[in-house]
């Protein structure tokens, strides 16, 4: 009788603890994804006009618009756009730049950095860590999005939203920026 009970528990424990590294937060993100992508829906919307599937040349051809309505300027480095979005009043840069599929040429991934503008490392009302919420309830502002919390083993807490194909990742980088990356899941492989 007793080796009948513990033949009989051994594998209920088992059992146990998959189902509850099943439902761990781990796979809350898989979940997430599988259903996102299941649904079929498609969300290629960015922000001011730009999209997944964009032509490169038609990229540049916005910018250059934007830029004489005096939305966006050149960013930081070479290759970025600089943006101050109107949520932050005017406290807040954030700097994008698009990866375009190498083959089509259209976008395919947004990343998106954001920085106070009066940031100093000695200056705690600044660091990223207190931009991030802002910046989640920027991005949940724009598309309704709930994010889930993730942790990675190299990039701590990553918060992490996804509306069909399009995905949502944002954690805070270094002592200065808060990183986003706005991905089209169908494209994208990570």
């Known amino acids: 009788m007793i080796l009948m009970k513990r033949t009989f528990l051994i594998p209920l424990i088992f059992t146990s603890l998959a189902f509850l590294a099943a439902c761990g937060p781990g796979n809350e993100y898989q979940r997430l994804y599988d259903r996102e992508m299941a649904s079929g829906v498609r969300q290629d919307s960015l922000f001011l006009g730009y999209y997944f599937g964009m032509p490169a040349d038609s990229f540049f051809t916005h910018c250059f618009r934007l830029n004489k309505q005096g939305l966006i300027k050149e960013g ?99 002592l200065q920026y808060v990183q986003v990356f706005i991905s089209d899941m169908s494209k994208v492989t990570d």
């Open 76 to 174: 930081m480095a070479a290759a970025s756009v600089q943006y101050v979005p109107e949520e932050f009043n005017k406290e807040v840069f954030m700097y994008f730049y698009p990866t375009f599929d190498k083959e089509t040429r259209e976008i395919t991934d947004m990343p998106v950095m954001f920085t106070h503008k009066s940031w100093a490392p000695w200056n705690k009302q600044y660091s990223p860590d207190s931009l991030l919420p802002k910046v989640l309830d920027m991005f949940t502002g724009w598309y309704g999005c709930e994010f889930i919390e993730v942790n990675h083993p190299e990039k701590g807490t990553v918060h992490i939203a996804m509306q069909g194909n399009r995905r949502i990742r944002a954690f805070v980088r270094d």
